[in-house]
């Protein structure tokens, strides 16, 4: 009998065990099994040639259209070239010295072609192709592939040179014949809850469908075990974590929260004050907080957290703020000093009697200011430090802390967190309140911050204004992008600032300013690829101070600026010392300068969607409408143009986080889990397959509840074992 752990060169033979593992790392039976196919064409069905992409490995349905044979010129022997079509458009397969398959590929045959596909002096082609015709007695049952052939639905495998998916098909029937199949994982009363077949019979199905109903009923399956796995052991390392107490700091009356808030200069909004209810009990608890708090830019998350921070000082501990740059950092120390007015200005004079301290802590501080920023924090001086990241790495140590706020930072899986606390925390465990602006699709929150309970802010204080975007396409009408500067001085006439946005930051070693023409390229030219070179802050900066924004104060801001003059810079545009900002994205993340109503994004096409949307809402924060422009050379219903049509035509953040989810390939959400052979989630998808997940993640909390260690489901924790074993580093990490 041949079972799940067998391996495939006993039951298929040395050699092809051997061309299976070198494609595919496939050893046993189990792997061999788990290569799904990667769809299924219909018996009658011939695959669409106009849809095969250049340098995939396909497989295509086709029909032999004509053969012509001839002598090579330069060298010995012969070429045969097979048409093969979808009966609309056509493929050549060409041989070398094959003269033989003549007889074999008679015009009017069908069959299954695989190979790369090249293309060549315009028309494509299949290099080396492999092809396995459909007989034209289709009953006579030959041997191995032409049984695969029989059912309805053939199964097309992940394929490689000189593997093509009828081989694989062929192994896997081999397989499936003789195997003694293997025991349900899942309890029967759970399969039977979720409404999904047993395991052998999704695998059997899965590869052998006789219709489409099979094939869901198999994916339904083998997509639960994905997300159930995952779910499970999400909950176990929440479980985990809840060991290690976090320290109680219960709303306290009569202290700084409070006095804060009643001296507020705004009322807070629902979203705000709801949130906060939510923190509130959470902080009050010895189970460690784990928060994400989503919220459009300008919802107002700093002020959500700033109350999360006073509630912890009042109950005695420290709090620590995180950004992800020293501008922002210092930024962030600026705005919650201004907010706190009086109430963080202890050992000041006109500080209010309970008073706090925010202390700055980031490496460009002078040394003296450092000094004092540490013992600040070692004597529990300052209730709140700001910082970035690196602030936990450098050892610094805290009279006791007890909340760690992380700011824009949704590029954060579980094991940072982890780690983040083991650094931040002395035998307790701080809580954690990760605040971002880019909205995380549910299943992604659910997927890859499986611990982290979510709450959105989904209003933005009252009295904001409207952010109006439009797309500036500059190779189809170059006078909207010179109207476009005009609008800008217009702008700037008002006392407005504005900011304009590139994608690189140029002077690149070896590149040619194009300023030294005195001319600059905005207009694209199509380079030999098709592509031109985007422009740069350097660039622009230049060509616009000599010409349409001549006579206005420009500033300029990227990332290779040391962050002295980083600071400088932004604080001349907060100041209104620059009316323009010539920037690259360092602009993106929680820069506050109401006054600026305009952002020009040059060739936008180059931003994701997400992004577009974080970096818009650096304008229309004060009470003057904003406009955006996002300038592209990308042509009219192009999937680049179609992206920024998307971003102005909706200024809801959650929805073109979704599409950006499904304009990607679902791998660059979780890192190589996705992509690689060894990965956890083959068939799940993140983008489709939410209310799996939704329903895996109840499950698995319960399931962890009873039984934290699985003990009593030895199934369940072997699946989670090989999961986090074989995926550890991808899902966990690259999150
Ligand atoms: P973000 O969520 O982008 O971090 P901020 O916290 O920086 O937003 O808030 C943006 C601006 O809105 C700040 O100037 C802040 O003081 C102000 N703000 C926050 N909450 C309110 C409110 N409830 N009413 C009015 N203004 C508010
Ligand atoms: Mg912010």
């Known amino acids: 009998m041949i079972g799940w752990d067998s391996e495939l060169d006993r039951v298929l033979g040395a050699k092809t065990a051997k061309a299976l593992d070198g494609a595919f790392g496939i050893s046993t039976v189990g792997d061999l099994l788990r290569h799904y196919p990667r769809r299924y064409a219909e018996r009658g069905e011939l695959t669409p040639i106009g849809g095969l992409e250049i340098g995939e490995h396909a ?5 032999v259209e004509r053969v012509d044979k001839r002598r090579m010129r330069s060298r010995r022997g012969t070429i045969l070239q097979a048409r093969i079509t979808d009966g609309t458009r056509s493929l050549s397969c060409t041989f070398f010295n094959q003269a033989w398959r003549e007889r074999e590929l008679s015009p009017g045959k ?64 081999q397989v499936l014949d003789g195997w003694e199949g293997v025991r349900d994982p899942l309890p029967e009363s759970l399969r ?56 109680p700091c219960p709303r306290r009356g009569g202290g700084l929260a409070e006095a804060f808030e009643a001296e507020l200069p705004f009322t807070l909004t629902e979203g705000q004050r709801e949130v906060g209810e939510r923190i509130a009990e959470d902080l009050s608890g010895e189970r460690p907080m784990n928060r994400l708090v989503q919220g459009e830019v300008g919802s107002g998350k700093t002020v959500v957290a700033l109350r999360a921070m006073l509630q912890v000082v009042d109950a005695g501990r420290q709090a620590v703020m995180l950004a992800p740059t020293e501008v922002l950092a210092a930024q962030h120390a600026r705005s919650l000093r201004e907010l706190l007015g009086r ?99 549910r299943t992604v929150a659910m997927t890859v911050f499986g611990d982290l309970r979510t709450s959105a802010l989904r209003e933005l204080p009252r009295g904001r204004a409207p952010i109006s975007t439009t797309v500036v396409p500059s190779a189809e009408k170059p006078s909207w992008l010179e109207r476009a500067w005009q609008r800008v001085r217009e702008e700037v006439a008002e006392g407005h600032q504005v900011y304009v946005v590139c994608s690189r930051v140029g002077d690149e070693s070896g590149e040619t300013s194009s300023t030294e023409t005195g001319e600059l390229h905005v207009v694209p030219e199509r380079g030999e690829s098709g592509q031109r070179t985007p422009v740069s802050v350097l660039d622009l900066a230049e060509w616009l101070r000599r010409g349409p924004l001549e006579g206005l104060r420009l500033g300029v801001l990227h990332g290779r600026l040391p962050s002295e003059d980083k600071d400088a810079v932004m604080r001349c545009f907060a100041d209104g010392e620059t009316d323009v900002l010539v920037a690259t994205t360092v602009v993106e993340v929680g820069v506050d300068v109401p006054n600026a109503t305009m952002m020009m994004i040059m060739d936008a096409d180059r931003f994701g969607m997400s992004q577009l949307h974080q970096l818009r809402g650096r304008v229309g924060r004060g009470d003057s409408p904003g406009l955006c422009l996002l300038v592209s050379a990308a042509m009219p219903q192009s999937p680049a143009r179609n992206r920024l049509d998307a971003v102005a ?87």
């Not at 497989?59 to 029909?63: G, K, S």
């Not at 190979?115 to 080396?128: D, F, S, W």
């Not at 600040?376 to 602030?391: C, E, K, N, Y």
């Not at 909390?701 to 924790?717: I, K, Q, S, T, Y």
């Open 110 to 173: 069908r069959g299954m072609f695989a190979g790369k596909v090249t293309a060549y002096r315009g028309e494509l082609q299949l290099a080396h192709p492999e092809y396995q015709l459909f007989s034209a007695d289709e009953d006579s049952d030959e041997q191995g592939a032409a049984r695969n052939f029989a059912g309805a639905l053939i199964p097309v495998y992940p394929a490689a040179q000189g593997i093509p998916s009828w081989s694989v098909g062929r192994c896997v029937a």
């Open 59 to 63: 497989t295509v349905l086709a029909r």
């Open 192 to 247: 039977q809850r979720v409404g999904v077949v047993s395991l052998e019979e999704a695998l059997r199905l899965v590869h052998r469908p006789d219709n489409l109903t099979q094939v869901n009923q198999a994916r339904r399956r083998l997509k639960w075990d994905e997300a159930f796995g995952v779910q499970l052991a999400l909950a176990q390392s929440r479980q985990r974590q809840g060991t290690r107490p976090a320290p």
């Open 649 to 735: 035509s909706t200024t809801d953040g959650f929805e073109l986080a979704r599409l950006d989810l499904q304009q990607r390939r679902e791998g660059d959400v979780l890192g190589a889990a996705q992509s690689g052979r060894s990965s956890t989630l083959r068939m799940l998808s993140l983008v489709h397959d939410e209310e799996l997940i939704a329903t895996a993640r109840a499950e698995a909390e319960e399931f962890v509840e009873l039984d934290p260690e699985l003990r009593e489901h030895p199934g369940l924790a072997a699946m989670v074992t090989e999961l986090v074993d074989e995926d550890r580093a991808d899902f966990l990490e690259k999150a």
């Open 343 to 441: 109430f963080g200005r202890a050992g000041e004079l006109g500080a209010a009697e309970r008073a706090t301290r925010v202390c700055l802590l980031t490496g460009s501080l002078p040394a003296a200011r450092r000094k004092q920023a540490l013992l600040d924090a070692a004597s529990g001086a300052a209730g709140i430090v700001v910082g970035t990241h690196a602030l936990l790495q450098d050892g610094v140590s805290f009279a006791g802390l007890g909340l760690v706020v992380v700011d824009e930072q949704h590029r954060f899986g579980v094991e940072q967190r982890d780690a983040l606390r083991e650094r931040a925390g002395e035998r307790s465990c701080p809580h954690l309140l990760v605040m971002t602006a880019t909205p995380i699709p």
